[in-house]
């Protein structure tokens, strides 16, 4: 109990890094954006918001946060609906009468310990030397694919500012190269061409070079060839993190049993296993709490996690439900349950629990959750479910986005990392059951898990 409370006061401290109005008008700039990943921090600003407002019994942030939940939520296809209806209980604040102020004309403090002090683009090479020895750490490069212009995307972001205006550099064969202050504190190149590019890069003193060439070879392989490539998901230099899979169920519990007996334990086994064999082959330590089929405990599987010292855990699972037409991806993260159906989902999930501890003792367990880790398994759960759904919409119709939810979870309590459930699809509808149980489907399946990894380690 001392160590509960002892996160939670630490948390409390966290959050009152910054003034609750800074964070407010931050998230309202961001949700104008129309990039989804600027959508996302918005998103995680007002649920930062949300949890302060209940810690301080403060009502009128408790509305502008759910506010912005709400609108944030319904952009990014998350589950917002016992927000929504939150948010309804509530009255709206009035409007306080503010005079307008003068626009000021100082220039926004940069806040880094790096400068940029030349960008030079010369024979397929990009160098952009800075004033000082760059870390490993000071470099973030991920890569996206922008489906609908049809635009490939590699970008760099580096902690450090150019205090000049944002320059664009021409190279023949590229579409546009662009370098500007992304905040105070993070310089970002983005790289775009509308063909698939050859990107590498390293870091020698205070410089970063870029090698860019086009890839012809790659441009010209099939679509199918392109889903279970490497090459487009989110990359970081920093890789020397461990991952914990988790495949659902084993032994003597099937999990759920669906269309034609397929039952839910063989099914993720198979998933789990080309996840961790993407993982591996980019280079991260991967880890699974069986490795056959065998019963585990729901509460030996996050100890495991937790021995293993995991920077995540995530445990992946295939739904079920008597409504044979039910279909979806969804993705959970652990929270006392503001749904009927997350309860629903929990409650099948947590069926193989025989713990000692009784449904009043979980429940009241979960009242005091470790809230510190609540906004990075969210952050997480956003990224998984983006990656799956990005990797199987190029080949498949029909793939529904059954949204980002919070539940009561019983496998993810006790996690010291973001833990996070994913549910694949429901193997109770005769579509998805035929899918899930294809090698092809499971390896794109898996492949967007490993892409939704790369994009949270990117991201944080």
């Not at 600027?38 to 930062?48: E, G, S």
């Not at 070079?209 to 070879?217: A, L």
């Not at 490795?291 to 699972?317: E, M, P």
């Not at 080949?395 to 009561?408: A, C, F, I, L, S």
Request: glycine fraction near 4%; aromatic fraction near 8%; charge should be positive.
């Amino acid at each position: 109990m001392f160590r509960f409370f002892l996160l939670l006061f630490l948390f409390t401290l966290s959050l009152q890094a910054l003034n609750d109005t800074a964070i407010l008008k931050r998230a309202n700039s961001l949700i104008k954006s129309n990039s989804s990943s600027d959508q996302f921090r918005a998103y995680n600003d007002y649920k930062n918001l949300y949890l302060r407002s209940i810690m301080s019994d403060n009502e009128k942030l408790k509305y502008k946060s759910l506010e912005g939940i709400v609108k944030s939520g319904k952009k990014l296809h998350i589950d917002i609906s016992q927000y929504q209806k939150e948010l309804y209980t509530i009255k709206k604040p009035p409007k306080k009468t503010v005079k307008k102020q003068q626009k000021s004309n100082k220039k926004i403090k940069i806040n880094s310990s790096h400068k940029l002090e030349s960008v030079v683009c010369d024979d397929g090479k990009l160098v952009i030397k800075f004033d000082k020895k760059l870390e490993n750490k000071q470099i973030n490069y991920f890569t996206l694919y922008d489906s609908k212009n049809k635009v490939y995307k590699y970008i760099f972001d580096v902690h450090a500012s150019m205090l000049t205006k944002s320059k664009s550099l021409r190279k023949n064969g590229i579409k546009r190269i662009k370098l500007g202050q992304y905040n105070p504190t993070t310089l970002r190149l983005v790289i775009e061409n509308n063909t698939r590019l050859k990107v590498r890069f390293h870091k020698d003193k205070n410089k970063l070079i870029v090698k860019i060439k086009t890839d012809v070879k790659n441009n010209k392989k099939s679509s199918a060839k392109k889903s279970t490539s490497a090459k487009i998901s989110p990359k970081r230099v920093d890789r020397d993190k461990t991952i914990v899979l988790d495949p659902g169920h084993g032994g003597k519990d099937p999990g759920a049993v669906g269309y034609k007996k397929y039952r839910e334990k063989i099914i993720v086994m198979q998933i789990a296993k080309n996840v961790q064999s993407y993982l591996k082959k980019r280079g991260y330590k991967v880890y699974m709490t069986r490795g056959q089929d065998k019963f585990i405990k729901l509460s030996n599987r996050t100890k495991y996690a937790n021995k293993k010292n995991a920077d995540l855990f995530i445990s992946i699972h295939a739904n079920a439900a008597e409504s044979k037409k039910a279909n979806g991806i969804e993705c959970y993260f652990l929270s006392k349950s503001r749904s009927s159906r997350a309860s629903r989902v929990a409650a099948k999930e947590n069926s193989a629990d025989i713990s000692a501890m009784n449904k009043y003792g979980k429940k009241s367990f979960l009242n005091i959750l470790n809230h510190h880790k609540i906004v990075a398994s969210n952050k997480l759960a956003i990224d998984l479910q983006r990656g799956m759904l990005g990797s199987l919409n190029k080949h498949y119709k029909n793939v529904r986005d059954g949204g980002v939810r919070e539940g009561p979870f019983w496998v993810l309590v006790g996690a010291q990392m973001p833990a996070v459930l994913v549910e694949v699809g429901f193997i109770s509808n005769k579509m998805e059951a035929k899918r899930l149980v294809n090698s092809q489907y499971q390896k794109r399946l898996a492949m967007g898990i490993a892409d939704g990894i790369e994009r949270y380690f990117a991201n944080n």
